[in-house]
């Protein structure tokens, strides 16, 4: 399985624009740039994607992990927070912190933090990430 996104980008660092798409089209000519990324400008960054396509792949992985183990999650709510810092090296993704919230009927929250840690662990963003990557997993009742 093969997934494309490609960048546009004109200008300089800061005065430049660009634009991301991706091969589903969800992303269509999508607005980045200095501002958007460094401040509050409205458009995405490379970091956001990043944090919401771990999200997403950990949260699948962890369905799948439930899954394994007899359990059907009602909701996996998991938000990815991602650290970029600039280090001697030049920036860097340092850091990313899960927090996932599930409600998993059957589950008791010792077998839900084991499977989670495997989801963490196992999921295909994590692995291709060599930033550090914490988790707090909470089930909810």
Not at 45 to 59: M, Q, T, V, W
Request: aromatic share 4%; proline share 4%.
């Amino acid at each position: 399985m093969k997934r494309t996104g490609s960048a546009i980008w004109q200008g300089g660092l800061k005065e430049g624009k660009g634009q991301l798409t991706t091969q589903s089209g969800v992303l269509s000519d999508s607005k980045y740039g200095f501002q958007t990324r460094f401040e509050e400008e409205p458009g995405t960054n490379p970091e956001e994607l990043i944090a919401a396509a771990h999200a997403g792949c950990f949260s699948m992985a962890l369905s799948m992990i439930l899954g394994e183990a007899d359990l059907t999650p009602d909701k996996i709510d998991t938000k990815a927070h991602l650290t970029l810092e600039k280090t001697e090296d030049g920036f860097s993704i340092t850091r990313v912190h899960l927090d996932v919230t599930a409600r998993v009927p059957g589950a008791d929250q010792a077998q839900f933090e084991e499977l989670a840690q495997k989801a963490k662990v196992g999921c295909p963003v994590s692995r291709v990430l060599k930033a550090e990557i914490t988790m707090d997993a909470k089930l909810e009742s």
